[in-house]
């Protein structure tokens, strides 16, 4: 089996490494291709990867072909590898809203997956939210998700409405625990302590908390009142909160996410 990369950024090359390490492959069987002339160089010092600038010169060859490029990137990347591509040959695409339709039509492929990954993926803890088309087999399904799973945890979806919403959770998720982490190490600095200082309480904080959260089937709530005594200091944050509302909020931008998600499906992508 041979796979193709196409866009090696962040997701891209991450899965690239990931999948390099999959039992099913053998090696040197990953191709990657970018049009960046710095990404290039490096791919070509990597020995894990064969790397391509010309479609022509690698996606007849490929089984899987894997797109990880900017959803605005897509339209330009699909009309290229139509006249290249031949039936069997599996999509994966994760960019961002790119319809398993639009996949279909400009690549002229009935075998789609659309998948949805998040950052942590990087350091073997993503999650991968996936749906395929019912041209893809059961078992190329199995094998899909084995590829998926070198990078985390994987979770097959029943519809594709699914991957615009594991978007807005899970895909741009991240970013707002990040959010959550800036804003407490900003209080840290502004009590006074150094910025080392405040990275280690506020990440040792999140380590502990999800660590915990992990070992049973406790809900966040019910963990919440474990920390909070009656008329103390975390009711006092608890309840600055709930005053401004700050968890309709995070729900807010959740759905914030989810629809853009779903709005980028419907934007005419660029060639
Ligand atoms: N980052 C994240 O946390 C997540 C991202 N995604 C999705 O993953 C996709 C990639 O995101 P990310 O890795 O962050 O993006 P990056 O910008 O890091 O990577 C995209 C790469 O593709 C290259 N590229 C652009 N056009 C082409 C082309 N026509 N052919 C080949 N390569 C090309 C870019 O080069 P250049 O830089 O020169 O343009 C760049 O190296 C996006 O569609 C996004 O929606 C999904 C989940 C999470
Ligand atoms: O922000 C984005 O559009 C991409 C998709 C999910 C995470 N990053």
Redesign the pocket.
């Known amino acids: 089996m041979k796979i193709l990369v196409?866009?090696?950024?962040?997701?891209?090359l991450t899965y690239a490494e990931g999948m390099s390490k999959s039992k099913l492959l053998k090696k040197r069987n990953i191709m990657v291709?970018?049009?960046?002339e710095e990404?290039l160089e490096e791919l070509h010092e990597n020995p894990q990867f064969d790397a391509f600038d010309d479609l022509k010169k690698c996606a007849p060859e490929a089984d899987i072909i894997f797109i990880?490029?900017?959803?605005y990137?897509?339209e330009?990347?699909f009309l290229?590898l139509n006249p290249l591509v031949k039936p069997g040959q599996i999509v994966i695409s994760?960019?961002?809203?790119?319809t398993m339709e639009t996949i279909k039509n400009l690549t002229g492929l009935t075998k789609i997956v659309r998948a949805?990954?998040?950052?942590p993926a990087q350091i073997g803890k993503g999650l991968t939210s996936f749906v395929a088309s019912k041209d893809v087999t059961r078992i190329e399904l199995l094998t899909i998700e084995s590829l998926l799973d070198t990078t985390g945890k994987s979770v097959l979806v029943s519809d594709e409405n699914f991957i615009d919403a594991s978007?807005g959770i899970s895909?741009?998720g991240?970013a707002y625990v990040f959010y959550f982490m800036q804003s407490m190490m900003e209080a840290a600095l502004k009590m006074g302590f150094t910025p080392k200082v405040s990275k280690v309480l506020v990440a040792q904080t999140f380590t502990g908390a999800i660590e915990l959260f992990n070992q049973n089937e406790l809900s966040p709530n019910s963990w919440m009142d474990k920390v909070a005594s009656k008329g103390g200091t975390t009711r006092a944050a608890l309840d600055s909160m709930e005053n401004n509302n700050v968890g309709e909020l995070i729900k807010e931008a959740a759905f914030a996410a989810f629809e853009r998600a779903v709005e980028l499906g419907k934007e005419k992508v660029h060639v």
């Open positions: 196409i866009g090696a950024g962040n997701m891209g291709l970018d049009t960046s990404k990880a490029v900017k959803p990137h897509a330009s990347v290229k994760i960019m961002a809203g790119v949805m990954p998040n950052l978007t895909g741009s991240p």
